[in-house]
């Protein structure tokens, strides 16, 4: 906890100062910090916003998050954007409340984390599933062209040795993987069944 706070006494140095580049640092600061507390709490997703949605946060949420979010975009996107000390404050007191109540949460279980990636990835709701899909399905109709001229016989010959070259090194990885998974669990149980002899 006292990193934390050590964190956001340099967030809150940089407000102090009362300049606008100031304030845009301890906005863009703050959301690194909110963000570092999601993943280290183990909330999965590519953005602040799905990772927010697995902590308990989306849409126009009460801790109002959302409009701090809004700020910080607008401070990356528009060079020329100008906000007041008091929007930069609201912001960022937006940020360090709901960073505090996610680290106050216990952290993601396995379990949990399963059903987000099934959610997000695998589920027939996610957009990402259909995404990945046709793209999947581009390529083998791509490579399906390809294989009908000359030359795209020559670049699906090469596709298809450089991945059984990859394919074969994904094996090795594995097989050194599980031997190096089952040699520590043996050692780690050998240990744990010796008696220990305190003085």
Known sequence: ?????ELWAGVEKLLSGHDSSGSRLAVIEAHKILEAVLDNKGFIGKTIEEKLFWAGYSGKDKEGITEALERHKDIIEKIEYQFS???AQEAVRMYKKVA???VSKPDLKFSDKLKSYYEIYFSPKSIKLWVNLGIIFGFFITVRILSETEIGKNITE?????SNFIISWIFVAIILILSAIIIGLN???ENKSKI???E
Do not use: G, R
């Open 196 to 198: 220990k002899i305190k």
């Open 187 to 189: 050692v780690y149980f």
């Open 85 to 87: 000390d008091f929007e």
């Open 1 to 5: 906890m006292a990193k934390f706070n």
């Open 158 to 162: 090469y596709i298809i040795n450089t």
């Open 100 to 102: 505090q109540s996610i």
